[in-house]
């Protein structure tokens, strides 16, 4: 409890087990109600800090406490989806209301006391509190996070992860929505029109489209003249709040007030709503749900930046795009960042606790940060790509098809995972590893409507009942569950390792699967064709999946030339560089430029190569000095047991071991100064172009990464 006019503090109040996720005061500012993530409401004597009773009932965390105007009953929401009304005089339970299906994260009495308002998933309930059935219900299509009455009773307000929804006379309309943005922006919109109020920049970050297709979406701004209606309806939007983004990061402000409006009406329009989460809430949901680690976290971009000294003790810092550059938050000490992405993902999972632990991993326990075996998960650790990651979600999102190609272990599965994390941003995205399922069209069915029910489960807060019908009824069926909630985005299904649903089409005891991949994707190209419903996005090796059309005694291939095909070659020389110095920075390696030149001459950018390399060169983690003399000494240990060591393994059976035997035949013409035979190299050297594998460098003026 603190001295709001001196800042001083007057009393701490502790006997919580857990955080404390809620605090609300009573009419005569006497006594203070607690709820906390140990399940348990306690009250406290405010003048003396004594704890006054337990209420114990909730069988989950408490999320909301409220008072009623009288101050003679409080009531309380929590996860396990209940509210339940207590007597405030003497802490009795009076009744539970039930009805929601997710987390209850607000409640809040009107100022009669006779209503109850509560958010939950993407609800409103109202309640009176003598009935154990809601009154009324106003569904907002988005997780609701708090709601409140304004003076009147006539109209509340509810915070969503992306809005501020006003609804007014309770008619079950949310007559007007205040979307904040990024830098101070922000919209306010009225649904069911195209009337709209903005800041100045505000409407740069909205966008329409004149029916449901996919294409055609254009920037509100672009119709600014052409839709502007003199005298059309005015709403004055004065100022409401000053909202703190972060309790580190005070100079970080969204200010909703008056601006400059400009009133626009149309017809037949529907409207998008581009914006983010607010980062603070997510946060704080994160961090509370996660069990509320010691550490402190900041947002990120503040507008003071990074604090100048290092961190008592462990700093989370919050990022959306872009993230500061790892060398700023090397010098704080010890820091994580976490994006802002990844917490939406946790939030919406229900698993905060072990995102937090993998996230810390590499931070708190790892010696070696070069020693990565797994696909990278956090964009912390993912280097290149920017390119694909701009341009791909953008053409997934409007119904194209892409496919992904490159050896193995260039990084094909750490790019899927960080589209996945951009996609799931505005749709529902599956990603299935076919190395896990065995070639069965029904067993795939099975996985593809079991993914996107579980997607759907996170993002609705609540579970969708199993339908019966084929495949595509089922699969519609849950696109139309989607759609309810307003969106139109296609649903994105990503299949790493798709090689294994298209073997060798040469060969006889391979017509069965490939029967197989064709019924699958005959079956998903019409719901992508006919529905606009699904984009397909395919990662293997070869790019045979989209250019082979006559797949033998199976039939003609559904995917014939219908993907993107993007090639993964290896990274930039900055790319890699950056890699190397930014990620040894985290454990305070050093690389002098001649070390890290030298590097890349060895490795020519190849992502898992490099790490191996430097992994060797700073021994594991143990040496914090690297100069070029150690990454010679190092280079000469590995040509010396080429053979035996982790780099040579992979390249006998990840690169030489899957090409096809000309190709091989080939390569040892040409590493032996042989001129193959031209109508032979030609048609084989170009098929290892897009890889990275071919140097038109002649063989006389070649390095050691050229041979």
Same mark, same amino acid.
């Given at each position: 409890?603190?001295?709001?006019?001196?800042?001083?503090?007057?009393?701490?109040?502790?006997?919580?087990?857990?955080?404390?996720?809620?605090?609300?005061?009573?009419?005569?500012?006497?006594?203070?109600?607690?709820?906390?993530?140990?399940?348990?409401?306690?009250?406290?004597?405010?003048?003396?800090?004594?704890?006054?009773?337990?209420?114990?009932?909730?069988?989950?965390?408490?999320?909301?406490?409220?008072?009623?105007?009288?101050?003679?009953?409080?009531?309380?929401?929590?996860?396990?989806?209940?509210?339940?009304?207590?007597?405030?005089?003497?802490?009795?339970?009076?009744?539970?209301?039930?009805?929601?299906?997710?987390?209850?994260?607000?409640?809040?009495?009107?100022?009669?006391?006779?209503?109850?308002?509560?958010?939950?998933?993407?609800?409103?309930?109202?309640?009176?509190?003598?009935?154990?059935?809601?009154?009324?219900?106003?569904?907002?299509?988005?997780?609701?996070?708090?709601?409140?009455?304004?003076?009147?009773?006539?109209?509340?307000?509810?915070?969503?992860?992306?809005?501020?929804?006003?609804?007014?006379?309770?008619?079950?309309?949310?007559?007007?929505?205040?979307?904040?943005?990024?830098?101070?922006?922000?919209?306010?919109?009225?649904?069911?029109?195209?009337?709209?109020?903005?800041?100045?920049?505000?409407?740069?970050?909205?966008?329409?489209?004149?029916?449901?297709? @996919?294409?055609?979406?254009?920037?509100?701004?672009?119709?600014?003249?052409? @839709?502007?209606?003199?005298?059309?309806?005015?709403?004055?939007?004065?100022?409401?709040?000053?909202?703190?983004?972060?309790?580190?990061?005070?100079?970080?402000?969204?200010?909703?007030?008056?601006?400059?409006?400009?009133?626009?009406?149309?017809?037949?329009?529907?409207?998008?709503?581009?914006?983010?989460?607010?980062?603070?809430?997510?946060?704080?949901?994160?961090?509370?749900?996660?069990?509320?680690?010691?550490?402190?976290?900041?947002?990120?971009?503040?507008?003071?930046?990074?604090?100048?000294?290092?961190?008592?003790?462990?700093?989370?810092?919050?990022?959306?795009?872009?993230?500061?550059?790892?060398?700023?938050?090397?010098?704080?000490?010890?820091?994580?960042?976490?994006?802002?992405?990844?917490?939406?993902?946790?939030?919406?999972?229900?698993?905060?606790?072990?995102?937090?632990?993998?996230?810390?991993?590499?931070?708190?326990?790892?010696?070696?940060?070069?020693?990565?075996?797994?696909?990278?998960?956090?964009?912390?650790?993912?280097?290149?790509?920017?390119?694909?990651?701009?341009?791909?979600?953008?053409?997934?999102?409007?119904?194209?098809?892409?496919?992904?190609?490159?050896?193995?272990?260039?990084?094909?599965?750490?790019?899927?995972?960080?589209?996945?994390?951009?996609?799931?941003?505005?749709?529902?995205?599956?990603?299935?590893?076919?190395?896990?399922?065995?070639?069965?069209?029904?067993?795939?069915?099975?996985?593809?409507?079991?993914?996107?029910?579980?997607?759907?489960?996170?993002?609705?807060?609540?579970?969708?009942?199993?339908?019966?019908?084929?495949?595509?009824?089922?699969?519609?069926?849950?696109?139309?569950?989607?759609?309810?909630?307003?969106?139109?985005?296609?649903?994105?299904?990503?299949?790493?390792?798709?090689?294994?649903?298209?073997?060798?089409?040469?060969?006889?005891?391979?017509?069965?699967? @490939?029967?197989?991949?064709?019924?699958?994707?005959?079956?998903?190209?019409? @719901?992508?064709?006919?529905?606009?419903?699904?984009?397909?996005?395919?990662?293997?090796?070869?790019?045979?999946?989209?250019?082979?059309?006559?797949?033998?005694?199976?039939?003609?291939?559904?995917?014939?030339?219908?993907?993107?095909?993007?090639?993964?070659?290896?990274?930039?020389?900055?790319?890699?560089?950056?890699?190397?110095?930014?990620?040894?920075?985290?454990?305070?390696?050093?690389?002098?430029?001649?070390?890290?030149?030298?590097?890349?001459?060895?490795?020519?950018?190849?992502?898992?190569?490099?790490?191996?390399?430097?992994?060797?060169?700073?021994?594991?983690?143990?040496?914090?000095?690297?100069?070029?003399?150690?990454?010679?000494?190092?280079?000469?240990?590995?040509?010396?047991?080429?053979?035996?060591?982790?780099?040579?393994?992979?390249?006998?059976?990840?690169?030489?071991?899957?090409?096809?035997?000309?190709?091989?035949?080939?390569?040892?013409?040409?590493?032996?100064?042989?001129?193959?035979?031209?109508?032979?190299?030609?048609?084989?050297?170009?098929?290892?172009?897009?890889?990275?594998?071919?140097?038109?460098?002649?063989?006389?003026?070649?390095?050691?990464?050229?041979?």
């Amino acid at each position: 409890m603190w001295d709001v006019s001196s800042g001083q503090l007057l009393r701490t109040l502790s006997g919580n087990s857990g955080s404390v996720n809620s605090v609300a005061w009573s009419p005569d500012g006497k006594t203070l109600a607690s709820g906390s993530l140990d399940h348990t409401i306690k009250m406290w004597d405010v003048s003396s800090g004594q704890l006054l009773r337990t209420l114990s009932g909730h069988s989950g965390p408490v999320e909301s406490v409220a008072w009623s105007g009288d101050g003679k009953t409080l009531a309380s929401g929590g996860d396990d989806k209940t509210i339940k009304l207590w007597d405030a005089t003497n802490g009795r339970f009076l009744r539970t209301l039930s009805g929601h299906t997710a987390a209850v994260n607000s409640v809040a009495w009107s100022g009669d006391g006779k209503t109850l308002a509560s958010g939950s998933g993407d609800t409103i309930k109202l309640w009176s509190p003598d009935q154990d059935t809601p009154v009324g219900e106003f569904d907002l299509g988005e997780p609701v996070i708090f709601v409140g009455w304004n003076r009147s009773d006539q109209s509340i307000a509810a915070a969503t992860t992306t809005a501020i929804h006003i609804i007014e006379n309770l008619q079950g309309t949310a007559q007007l929505s205040i979307t904040p943005f990024e830098g101070g922006e922000w919209l306010a919109v009225r649904p069911g029109h195209l009337n709209y109020a903005s800041s100045l920049q505000g409407d740069e970050h909205a966008a329409i489209r004149f029916d449901h297709r @996919l294409r055609g979406l254009y920037p509100l701004s672009r119709y600014r003249g052409e @839709l502007r209606v003199e005298g059309s309806l005015r709403v004055d939007v004065r100022p409401i709040f000053t909202y703190d983004l972060g309790r580190n990061a005070s100079d970080n402000r969204v200010l909703l007030g008056a601006g400059a409006f400009a009133w626009f009406a149309a017809v037949a329009l529907v409207f998008i709503r581009s914006s983010r989460p607010d980062p603070a809430a997510l946060a704080n949901a994160f961090f509370r749900k996660a069990g509320n680690p010691g550490g402190e976290w900041i947002l990120w971009p503040t507008k003071s930046g990074l604090p100048a000294r290092p961190a008592r003790g462990r700093i989370y810092i919050v990022f959306s795009d872009p993230a500061p550059s790892p060398s700023e938050m090397q010098k704080l000490g010890e820091a994580i960042p976490i994006s802002l992405a990844r917490i939406e993902r946790a939030i919406a999972e229900d698993n905060c606790g072990r995102t937090l632990a993998e996230i810390e991993e590499p931070f708190t326990i790892r010696q070696d940060p070069y020693d990565e075996g797994v696909p990278v998960r956090d964009e912390t650790w993912f280097y290149g790509r920017r390119e694909l990651l701009e341009r791909l979600p953008a053409a997934l999102r409007q119904g194209q098809h892409a496919g992904i190609f490159g050896i193995r272990k260039v990084g094909k599965t750490s790019l899927l995972n960080q589209l996945r994390d951009r996609l799931l941003r505005n749709t529902a995205v599956v990603l299935l590893d076919c190395q896990g399922y065995e070639a069965d069209t029904d067993v795939y069915f099975r996985a593809i409507l079991e993914g996107f029910r579980l997607e759907l489960k996170s993002r609705l807060g609540k579970p969708l009942p199993e339908t019966a019908g084929s495949f595509r009824e089922q699969f519609l069926a849950l696109r139309a569950s989607w759609q309810q909630t307003g969106s139109r985005e296609v649903f994105v299904l990503i299949l790493d390792e798709a090689d294994k649903l298209f073997p060798d089409r040469r060969k006889a005891e391979n017509v069965k699967p @490939l029967a197989e991949a064709v019924r699958l994707f005959r079956v998903l190209r019409a @719901l992508a064709q006919e529905q606009e419903a699904v984009s397909l996005l395919l990662c293997a090796y070869r790019p045979d999946l989209n250019r082979q059309n006559l797949l033998g005694e199976a039939g003609e291939n559904p995917l014939h030339m219908s993907m993107q095909e993007n090639f993964l070659q290896f990274l930039t020389p900055d790319e890699a560089k950056a890699m190397v110095r930014e990620i040894g920075g985290w454990k305070q390696i050093e690389w002098t430029d001649a070390a890290i030149d030298r590097t890349y001459d060895w490795c020519a950018g190849h992502p898992l190569v490099t790490r191996f390399f430097a992994s060797d060169a700073c021994e594991r983690g143990n040496r914090k000095q690297v100069d070029e003399s150690r990454v010679a000494e190092v280079a000469a240990a590995i040509e010396r047991d080429f053979r035996k060591h982790r780099i040579g393994v992979y390249f006998r059976e990840s690169i030489w071991g899957i090409l096809y035997p000309d190709e091989q035949e080939c390569l040892r013409q040409v590493a032996a100064g042989e001129a193959p035979m031209a109508d032979r190299a030609e048609a084989r050297t170009n098929r290892w172009q897009p890889y990275g594998h071919r140097d038109s460098t002649p063989p006389n003026r070649r390095s050691r990464r050229g041979r």
